[in-house]
């Protein structure tokens, strides 16, 4: 278990929220099978699994860290049952607390980002049953039925810095473009989705100004001030034209913004030369591949909306600190030869989205993923 990360956890404490070697912690013995700390400036005693995924685990560590792993990879809770020897609702009991754990961490990490380009999309599921299925009470109540994930890629460092789960609609659009811009410093980056409407909305609504336009005839009503788009508000469209279902046709169009702003963005972007949705779309398929529960034609689909947002928290998070990524990796100069010399040098060093963000400088194990202690929000600095 990592330890860089406990603090006393004592809120009137003058040391409450300081980790690292600034902390005045010191070990004393163990509690339930784990580690004990004791603040010598409050006296306060601490486990070290309070405040992380570890909190109120009876069962091996090992066996939990195995479990996480499979579940953050895309095994359904019966598989991961089966593998482990548990029952399922042992496992199913442990998604609340990994949900909760991981979007503290998330928040945590994810804030003031500077992002140059930010390409939006939005993936279909369904919770308990599919929206043709839902009878007309539960349609009305809408917690069942078809269900939209709404995503934000940065294809530069390959983070998601934002995620919703809702319907596919102009009120849950701007409910998301609203949390990214929480999560984003005061750069307006570069945006680009498909033609679906409510994007242009809700980033109008987000961002827009109020301005009263100049009156035009001396007499007659004066006109009321509108929302407008910022000057710097760049935001771009990608329109597909399908025929039988198969793209025959794509096209470009610029909604906010002028053509040589479009054209000064490609040309400053290293990794995008033209308007295109290319790294959302390809993440839209990573995000399948680490939760089961997106899977097409399966058994394994949510029954209920928060379990579904447990899941993808971890899967998020696992995708962002623990798993390298083949777009990020860094060429070796010169190859690292093996430890015993009879193998091939190592040529690539690999790098995971949070370490490209400048989060850490390693990809994460399971363990320290777990482990992290996030601090208290009210000791949060701006970055």
């Known amino acids: 278990m990592d330890l860089s990360t406990c603090y006393c956890r004592n ?52 066996v939990y860290r195995n479990g996480v792993r499979q579940l953050a990879e895309g095994l359904s809770l019966r598989a991961t049952a089966r593998n482990l020897e548990r029952d399922k609702d042992t496992v199913c009991s442990w998604l609340p607390r990994l949900g909760r754990h991981c979007r503290r961490l998330l928040d945590y990490f994810f804030r003031d980002l500077h992002l140059t380009e930010c ?44 995620w919703r789960v809702g319907k596919r609609t102009l ?22 989705s498909d033609e679906l409407p409510h994007y242009a909305e809700a980033l109008l ?58 054209t000064q963005c490609l040309q400053a972007s290293p990794v995008s030369y033209a308007i295109s949705t290319y790294g959302v779309e390809r993440n839209n398929l ?44 860094q060429k070796l100069d010169p190859p690292v030869p093996t430890k015993n010399g009879n193998g091939s040098p190592k040529k690539w060093r690999p790098v995971a989205p949070a370490m490209a963000a400048g989060f850490t400088d390693h990809v994460w194990t399971i363990d320290e993923l777990l482990s992290f202690h996030v601090p208290p929000r009210s000791t949060w600095k701006q970055r």
């Open 11 to 62: 809120r009137h404490c003058k040391h409450h929220g300081v980790i690292g070697i600034a902390a005045p912690l010191q070990w004393a013995g163990w509690h339930r099978g784990a580690r004990r700390f004791k603040c010598l400036e409050c006296g306060h005693w601490t486990s070290v699994r309070t405040g992380t995924a570890y909190a109120g685990i009876r069962i091996p560590a090992d």
């Open 119 to 162: 390409q939006l999309d939005e993936l279909w599921t369904f919770i308990f049953k599919k929206e043709k299925h839902l009878t007309a009470f539960e349609r009305l109540v809408g917690r069942y039925g078809d269900a939209w994930i709404w995503v934000a890629f940065d294809p530069v460092t390959k983070i998601v810095p934002a």
């Open 171 to 192: 009120g849950d659009a701007i409910r998301f473009v609203n949390a990214l811009k929480n999560r984003l410093d005061a750069h307006i980056p570069f945006f680009t």
């Open 205 to 262: 609504e987000v961002y827009g100004v109020m301005r009263t336009p100049p009156r035009r005839f001396p007499r007659g009503r004066r006109p009321l001030p509108r929302r407008e788009p910022p000057l710097d508000l760049v935001y771009a469209v990608v329109v597909k034209e399908r025929e039988r279902g198969r793209v025959v046709r794509v096209t470009t169009q610029v909604i906010y913004g002028t053509q040589a702003q479009v």
């Open 286 to 329: 990573t995000i399948r591949q680490h939760s089961r529960r997106l899977g097409r034609k399966v058994n394994a689909f949510s029954k209920k909306r928060r379990y579904l947002k447990y899941q993808l928290a971890l899967a998020f998070a696992y995708y962002h600190f623990c798993c390298p990524h083949r777009g990020l990796r």
